[in-house]
Nanobody, 119 residues
């Protein structure tokens, strides 16, 4: 089992910055990849960024050059640095971990942290 707790959300002005954190606990060694997803009202949950165990990263086109995903293995924490956010980035942001579970993979989700971009 893996437990994920997000923090750092809030109100930010367009062009500002915000850093989200996702603290992982439990079977940390079973995690093979982590990522950030978001869901705006009326929309489906969408991928924002992912980071593999080797540090390889992937971003949705709309956040490339503005957001940076990273992880600190010594703190069992993943981050999403949000620079120059736009109003369309407003959403509930979720942390996800993909972990080995026996012979299969299992997804674990955090409870979400709200990000509102507004002046």
């Amino acid at each position: 089992q893996v437990q994920l707790v997000e923090s750092g959300g809030g109100l930010v002005q367009p062009g500002g910055s915000l850093r989200l954190s996702c603290a992982a606990s439990g079977s940390i060694g079973s995690i093979v990849a982590m990522g950030w997803y978001r869901q705006a009202p009326g929309n489906q949950r969408e991928l924002v960024a992912t980071i593999g165990s080797g540090g390889d990263t992937n971003y949705v086109d709309s956040v490339k050059g503005r957001f940076t995903i990273s992880r600190d293995n010594s703190k069992n924490t993943m981050y999403l640095q949000m620079n120059s956010p736009k109003p369309e980035d407003t959403a509930l942001y979720y942390c996800k971990a993909v972990a080995k579970s026996g012979w299969t993979m299992k997804d674990y989700w955090g409870q979400g942290t709200q990000v509102t971009v507004s002046s």
